[in-house]
């Protein structure tokens, strides 16, 4: 197998899956339907095209610097509409990923690479007011899915590194990073396996579909031990209560994350 790892970073980044109408949330990492998108810009795919090419792609993230939540009271205004349109929009802050995508197909890989290195349509991380901080990272390596996303070097901003290793024995999980992945048919009894409506179908602004998929966290957390990126890893504890809930912290994280958002404006 092969893996194509991609670094995902910006001011702000939005990765909505469930978002609809007037309320535009976003997930706490990447989705695939966003990534995706993301190469198929890059490739130059028009939203009319089959995206069959992408099929059979597995996907997982690894958080290397959460961010926080902003939101913005959105207005638009357009002279043929009576009233303003409001809506609320979310956004991660600071926030530094590492997507990876596994395939047997390491030619489509490379090509996926290559496009991202010198994009044919602007490229941006989930909405297009989130344009990336700079040119996106990117290595193919050989390998598992779970194995690339362990023992690539963290990814977070040298200030993040900094205060993450500086202030450890008080906030240790600030240089630690969780793995969200899917799993694969093979996979044994690998936890509670979530499921997200993001697998992509089709970018028709007319029809636009998607179709759900399974994920589930990585029961190992990724231990940073320096600025350069070493990494070792533990096993996450699981209490009886954090397994009935499973993997519906991924859209809790969200949740409370907008409340203490909330909070603190007020």
Request: proline content about 6%; hydrophobic content about 35%; some cysteine.
């Amino acid at each position: 197998m092969s893996v194509l790892l991609i670094r995902l970073a910006a001011p702000l980044q939005s990765w909505g899956a469930n978002s609809r109408f007037s309320r535009r949330e976003t997930e706490m990492m990447p989705t695939k339907s966003g990534v995706i998108g993301l190469i198929a810009a890059a490739l130059g795919i028009g939203r009319q095209e089959s995206l069959q090419r992408f099929e059979g792609l597995r996907f997982g993230v690894r958080t290397d610097q959460p961010g926080t939540i902003m939101s913005d009271y959105h207005t638009a205004q357009h002279e043929s509409w009576k009233n303003p349109k409001l809506s609320q929009r979310f956004y991660l802050q600071d926030a530094v990923f590492l997507a990876g995508l596994e395939s047997e197909n390491q030619t489509a890989l490379l090509e996926y690479a290559e496009a991202l290195r010198s994009p044919y349509y602007q490229l941006f991380l989930g909405r297009r007011s989130c344009p990336p901080d700079g040119p996106i990272w990117c290595s193919l390596v050989e390998g598992s899915l779970e194995v690339a996303l362990q023992e690539t070097p963290w990814q977070a901003t040298q200030r993040h590194k900094y205060w993450a290793l500086k202030t450890r024995q008080y906030f240790p999980e600030r240089a630690e990073a969780e793995i969200v992945i899917e799993p694969t048919v093979e996979s044994k009894k690998p936890g509670f396996v979530d499921s997200l409506n993001d697998e992509p179908v089709s970018y028709d602004m007319r029809h636009r579909q998607w179709r759900s998929r399974g994920v589930y966290r990585l029961p190992q957390i990724v231990v940073f031990d320096s600025e350069t990126g070493s990494s070792s890893s533990r096993q996450q504890p699981i209490s009886s209560d954090a397994q009935a809930l499973g993997n519906a912290g991924i859209e809790d994280g969200f949740l409370r994350a907008v409340t203490q958002a909330g909070s603190e404006e007020s």
